[in-house]
């Protein structure tokens, strides 16, 4: 069984005579260890659709099966419990907590999971470490650049070691140069088996991806991979 199913799942605003068909019957499957773009416009849906791969929302209708887990009808606490686990998020605003340095950004993950303060020292810095960072953790998100806050933002999306990375047009925000370091980075984590999950409007950032699904108007309407 796929890492990821989805089969049929319809996210529908306004039902009725105005509604609106964010997501029109798609079906989808990763294997784990896949690195998957998802391309589409504005409009296009893929937002809507990382927002149920993600478990930040539900379908109207269809399932989801995550990891042999029938997620599409749980309640908010379970969501939220397995998206803890499973999923590490990366977004195009980075979502950084201004008041806290990048290490206890990156270790608030950690505690939401109830991990002993030792073990979360020992996670943040493996992963400031591998993005870069060790020199700058004790730092304010307004103290590091662009680039340095979705290092960081990064590092608090693997630090717990998730088998997903649901990254939200993480270059969107960022100069080439910047943007280039994080497609390394999400590029070595696809290597070490790390399921990768890339929501892209840019067809040369999905083009680094392995395999490339294209959405419009709320359909899949290309799905291949990509021979690099």
């Not at 195009?92 to 109830?114: D, M």
């Not at 103290?143 to 649901?166: D, E, N, T």
């Not at 999400?186 to 409007?201: A, F, P, V």
């Amino acid at each position: 069984m796929s890492l990821i199913e989805v089969e049929n799942m319809y996210k529908i605003y306004n039902p009725g005579e105005n509604e609106v068909r964010a997501l029109d019957g798609v079906s989808l499957e990763i294997e784990k260890g896949e690195f998957v773009a998802i391309i589409g416009q504005s409009g296009s849906g893929k937002s809507t659709l990382m927002n149920m791969l993600g478990l930040l929302d539900i379908p109207t209708s269809g399932s989801y099966m995550l990891d042999s887990i029938d997620v599409s009808t749980m309640d908010d606490d379970k969501l939220s419990d397995i998206r803890n686990r499973e999923i590490g998020f990366i977004f195009q605003g980075f979502n950084l907590i201004s008041s806290l340095t990048a290490q206890a950004n990156v270790e608030l993950p950690l505690i939401y999971r109830g991990m002993p303060e030792q073990e979360r020292r020992k996670l943040s810095d493996e992963a400031l470490e591998r993005v870069g960072l060790s020199n700058r953790k004790k730092h304010l998100p307004t103290q590091l650049s662009g680039g340095q806050q979705q290092r960081a933002a990064i590092a608090r999306a693997v630090a717990a070691r998730p088998p997903i990375i649901l990254a939200d047009e993480p270059t969107g925000n960022l100069d080439s140069r910047s943007g280039e370091e994080v497609m390394r980075i999400l590029e070595d984590l696809s290597k070490e088996g790390r399921t990768i999950i890339l929501i892209t409007h840019d067809t040369g950032i999905a083009n680094r991806a392995n395999r490339i699904v294209r959405i419009q108007d709320g359909r899949i309407t290309e799905d291949y991979k990509n021979d690099k």
